[in-house]
């Protein structure tokens, strides 16, 4: 049928295929209702293309296949993805794609985002990011009507939004002018009020007789394949039950049972040969049909394509397991849903692998499993669920860790029935640790304690190996460190004798991080050694959050030459490899790094792009928000609380005391910079925490701010020093740690005017105006006159690094306009001053319109 109103999407596309031929790649995502001609109208663009074509497809199974449309496309790219594929290393496939389309010349077309697995979605996400300066187009089709507000794809697309190589085309339904000309002789405008310009709709309305216009897809199908031949509808039935299409001796077994019907099941239209594939032409009709298999033929011609794939050999997992599953055959997917889990695991798409353990655990209890079986692949299912709950940020609502805490409640309760005591205690553990992070503190306590005296009873081994690291790590998290280190030395000991390498990392990292207050050396040294131990696992993720931690607790301690290395690297591990949410995490740890090291300005920068950041890891945002309120606090900057209030938020009123420690801190800085009273309850009550956890950094700087608000508690380190009069001491320790500000206040807290007068410059020098005006007003009061004056906020440094469009918008903001007004006087469309707006509520750390005009009056 004719193409209508399809010629600016085609030169778009032909724009984008010549750029690409020029050296300036892209990726364009192509939206379109279901049946709007998304497929059509990239099959047209490709037809006339004299480059290779690389086809992938998203499955319509309920758990598609991991990579599914890199697996298709290797049929026509074998030596760029076949190898790499086998090895099931997730960034050697990414780099190997990437590889590939690099190799420049070729189209690549993944149909069906909405359908994509998690891998997949990383895969666009990799290419998408690196694609600008590659001979490569990589499209995409997807319906916008399947994406929910949580869907991935979506997350996806809003992460990508200001990708300058990425494109998208919507593919809108026909005018009536259109379907009247398709038409003809028919009654164009009610075909065009029934089906909505639909294009796939009008298609088959068209070609069912003519007195006849169905009012819905379903009828309209159902009207072509009810006149066709019942040997042809045995194919269709076939076909239907194999959403990825049917290819080689499947096809042969269980499709064409009679070729004559195969041969008009094609000339009729509804089916499709695509090389040594058959499949629906449309994805929509193929659910009709299938939906109209009786139940009993389903489970037959389900169990048929089970026997060929497995008599053919090497089929997907994930397709073994949706076959078997539809078949009703419990064996068969015992035996294939865990290892298509397996799969998804080492390719980090741990959603699915979630989804293929729910499916095994389904069966092995229907029919009644051994016990054994039913306890392993519960744990397994918890922890799939707890990596998706990491790997996508810990931002999602929370779902994951709720299914992961039923799914280790089982394990345990099935291990406990067992009477295997190892197996129990391992179980009993990670159910606690759970427990803990969902927020069942006592519960975790009590159940922990309970593991904790099982195991003294137990000889070493792997599973009491495991037991003890999440011990460990539900001790850490609790701030008992002591008890921390315990346990996760028993961890990887046990790891050690028995090869087991995960737990060994999980360990190393538990025990690393537990020291930092107390032994910053073997601290660096266990998470250094956690970090390789991680790598040779090959876990992407494993392996960021320990550079992270090994990062991130070097710069607590101040240890910043460590921390700055090891930050590097990890930011350059997970941009890399796409982890958005871990390298913000590092982001806000280097934002904090720099903060403490003087440099204000890379400070800011790094706390703002976290703060502006779409994926948002929760500690890191605590982190850089508290950097921003504590940088706005010293440079004398508009609602420097306005951010700590945020961060103390996020922090609650918890026992975390990593993040209520600097959050209280800063509230005190900003009351003392102030004048104002600092908040004595919340300090107290963090420095009593501090105190009880033996963290000295902690409790040295609370108790500092507890000493300027008039209660005495005990100090350490160089507060210590400076609270009992040695201002040169405490200055040069802090010189020594890296910590100009910190130098400088104790630098002004004798009486010595010369002493006052270089801390007043030094604290000029980082622009911390507030602190030098407090230490200037010293130095009036001993008589020292012409001192220099603070300059006026439009020569300092632009706290916000707001772009000069975003400070246009700010100061029309200030003076009350619309953003349709803003439109107007910028010559701009209301959609981009609305990004703008976005993007300067999150620099400034400010919740509304008026309170960004407020920021930029308070600041003139």
């Given amino acids: 049928m004719e193409l209508l109103e399809r010629e600016p999407l085609l030169a778009s596309l032909r724009g984008l295929h010549a750029d690409a031929r020029g050296g300036a790649g892209s990726v364009v995502f192509v939206e379109g209702e279901a049946g709007a001609g998304k497929s059509v109208l990239v099959e047209a663009f490709c037809r006339a293309l004299s ?3 690389h086809l992938g497809y998203c499955d319509a199974l309920d758990t598609p296949r991991v990579l599914g449309p890199l697996h298709d496309m290797a049929r026509s790219w074998p030596r760029a993805l076949r190898g790499p594929l086998a090895t099931g290393d997730r960034h050697a496939v990414f780099t190997a794609f990437l590889d590939a389309i690099a190799a420049g010349g070729s189209v690549s077309v993944v149909e069906d985002a909405h359908w994509a697995d998690d891998a997949t979605l990383d895969l666009l996400r990799f290419a998408a990011r690196r694609i600008a300066p590659l001979e490569a187009l990589l499209v995409v089709t997807y319906r916008p009507e399947d994406l929910g507000a949580d869907h991935p794809l979506r997350r996806l697309l809003g992460d990508l939004a200001t990708t300058r190589s990425v494109h998208r085309l919507a593919v809108p339904a026909l005018s009536e002018a259109a379907v009247r000309a398709l038409a003809g002789a028919r009654d164009g405008g009610t075909l065009h009020a029934v089906t909505g310009g639909n294009a796939f709709f009008v298609t088959e309305a068209l070609r069912t007789p003519e007195q ?176 998706s709950h990491w790997a996508g940020s810990a931002a999602t609502g929370g779902g994951d860790i709720a299914a992961a805490v039923a799914a280790a409640e089982r394990a345990a309760e099935l291990w406990e029935e067992t009477g295997d005591a190892e197996q129990a205690a391992a179980a009993g553990a990670r159910r606690a640790l759970l427990w803990w992070i969902s927020g069942r503190r006592e519960e975790a306590a009590r159940a922990a304690a309970a593991v904790a005296e099982a195991l003294v009873r137990l000889p070493p081994g792997p599973r009491t190996g495991q037991a003890h690291a999440a011990l460990a790590r539900l001790r850490m998290l609790a701030r008992d460190l002591p008890a921390a280190v315990a346990s996760g030395t028993v961890a990887v000991a046990h ?66 030459p460590t921390a700055d290395r090891w930050l590097a690297e990890a930011e350059r591990w997970c941009a890399a490899r796409d982890l958005d949410a871990m390298r913000g995490f590092v982001r806000a740890w280097q934002a904090r790094s720099a903060f403490d090291q003087g440099r204000w300005t890379e400070a800011t920068a790094a706390a703002v792009e976290v703060v502006d950041g779409r994926v948002v890891h929760p500690a890191g945002l605590a982190v850089a928000l508290t950097v921003l309120g504590r940088l706005r606090a010293r440079r004398g900057d508009p609602d420097p609380a306005g951010p700590l209030r945020r961060a103390a938020a996020l922090a609650g009123r918890g026992d975390d005391l990593l993040l209520l420690w600097p959050v209280t801190a800063g509230l005190a800085e900003v009351a003392w910079l102030a004048g104002a009273p600092g908040p004595v309850e919340e300090l107290q009550r963090t420095h009593a925490l501090a105190v009880a956890h033996g963290d000295g950094w902690a409790a040295g700087e609370l108790g500092h701010w507890l000493g300027l608000s008039g209660v005495e508690p005990g100090l350490a380190r160089p507060w210590a020093r400076q609270r009992a009069g040695d201002a040169e001491g405490a200055a040069s320790a802090w010189r020594e740690l890296g910590l100009p500000y910190e130098a400088a206040l104790a630098r002004s807290a004798g009486d010595d005017p010369d002493e006052l007068r270089a801390a007043m410059d030094d604290l000029r020098d980082l622009g911390a105006w507030p602190a030098a005006e407090l230490v200037a007003r010293r130095l009036r009061e001993l008589g020292v006159r012409n001192l220099p004056r603070r300059p006026r906020r439009s020569t300092r440094e632009n706290p916000g690094l707001l772009t000069e469009r975003q400070a246009e918008v700010l100061e029309l903001l200030e003076a009350g306009l619309r953003n349709v007004d803003i439109a107007a006087r910028l010559h701009i469309s209301a959609k981009t001053v609305d990004h703008h707006v976005s993007a300067i509520l999150a620099k400034l750390g400010v919740g509304t319109r008026r309170e960004a005009a407020s920021w930029a009056r308070d600041g003139r």
């Fill in 51 to 53: 480059t290779p074509v």
């Fill in 495 to 560: 790891a050690e004798e028995h090869g087991d390498t995960t737990t060994l990392a999980h360990a190393l990292g538990v025990v690393g991080n537990a020291l930092w207050t107390t032994e910053p050396e073997r601290a660096a040294a266990l998470l250094a050694r956690s970090v390789e131990v991680a790598r040779s696992v090959g876990n992407d993720l494993m392996t960021a959050v320990a550079l992270g931690n090994l990062g991130a607790g070097a710069a607590a301690v101040h240890d910043h």
């Fill in 212 to 387: 006849e216009i169905p009012a819905t897809v379903r009828d309209a199908v159902l009207a072509r394949v009810g006149r066709l031949d019942p040997a042809v509808r045995v194919v269709l039935d076939g076909v239907s039950l194999v959403p990825e299409g049917a290819v080689g001796a499947l096809r042969e077994a269980v499709v064409a049972v009679d070729p004559m019907a195969f041969d008009e099941g094609i000339r009729s239209g509804i089916l499709v040969l695509d090389g040594p594939v058959v499949r629906f032409r449309h994805e929509l009709a193929r659910r009709v049909v299938e939906a109209e298999v009786p139940a009993g033929r389903a489970v037959e011609l389900h169990g048929r394509i089970i026997s060929v794939l497995d008599a053919v050999g090497g089929a997907d997992p994930a397709r073994m397991a949706f076959h078997a599953d539809a078949a009703h055959d419990a064996a068969g997917v015992l035996r294939h849903a865990p290892a298509a889990a397996r799969a998804a695991v080492r390719l980090g798409a741990h959603r699915e692998a979630a989804a293929h353990y729910a499916r095994a655990v389904r069966h092995a209890e229907r029919v009644a499993a051994p016990v054994e079986l039913r306890a392993e692949l519960w744990e397994r299912r918890a922890e799939a669920h707890e990596n």
